[in-house]
C-alpha cells in the first residue's frame, strides 16, 4: 500500500470541503481518516482545510499550519465538540534528548521540534478562542 494517496470516503456528505480530493501522508492519517468516515459519532470533518499563522523560531518567520483534521463530533454526554487532531510519531511530540556529540540529525530533530512547539502553540490557541480543543494523535491512540 502507498504512504500516500487520496482517500474516498463512503459517507462524503460528512466532509467539508472536497470530498474528490483528500489526500493522506501516511498509513496513520488513512487510518484516521477511515475511523473519521466510518464513525457516526463523527458529524462532520476535514483534512488540513484550516490555515493557522504561526511564527517559526527557526525563521523567525510568520507561516501557515494546516492541522491534520478539524472534527466534529457528538460526544458520549450528548454535547457537540469540536476539535483539531494532528498525526504524529510519538518521537516528535517529545523535545530531543541533548546528545554527546551534536550531529546533523540532531540539529533537524531539534529545529522540527522547535517548529512544531510553535505549530501546536498557534493552534492551541487558535482552538481556545473558538471553544475547540487540540490533540496530537500517536500510535498510542491509533492502536499501532
Not at 492541522?67 to 487532531?85: C, E, N, Y
Not at 530531543?96 to 556529540?101: E, G, N, Y
Request: with cysteine; net charge positive.
Amino acid at each position: 500500500m502507498a504512504y500516500k494517496g487520496k482517500f474516498s470516503p463512503k459517507n462524503y456528505q460528512k466532509y467539508k470541503g472536497d470530498p474528490t480530493n483528500i489526500i493522506y501522508r501516511s498509513l496513520w492519517e488513512l487510518r484516521v481518516m477511515k475511523y473519521l468516515d466510518d464513525n457516526t459519532a463523527v458529524l462532520e470533518w476535514s483534512s488540513e482545510e484550516i490555515a493557522i499563522p504561526y511564527i517559526c523560531p527557526t525563521d523567525n518567520k510568520r507561516h501557515r499550519y494546516f492541522p491534520d483534521f478539524l472534527v466534529k463530533a457528538r460526544m458520549k454526554d450528548g454535547s457537540i465538540q469540536t476539535m483539531l487532531w494532528e498525526v504524529k510519531p510519538k518521537k516528535e511530540t517529545r523535545e530531543p534528548k541533548k546528545k554527546k556529540r551534536i550531529t546533523k540529525q540532531y540539529i533537524t530533530e531539534v529545529m522540527t521540534w522547535g517548529r512544531n512547539q510553535a505549530k501546536w502553540k498557534s493552534a492551541t490557541e487558535y482552538c481556545l478562542d473558538r471553544g475547540w480543543s487540540f490533540r496530537l494523535i500517536t500510535e498510542d491512540e491509533l492502536g499501532i
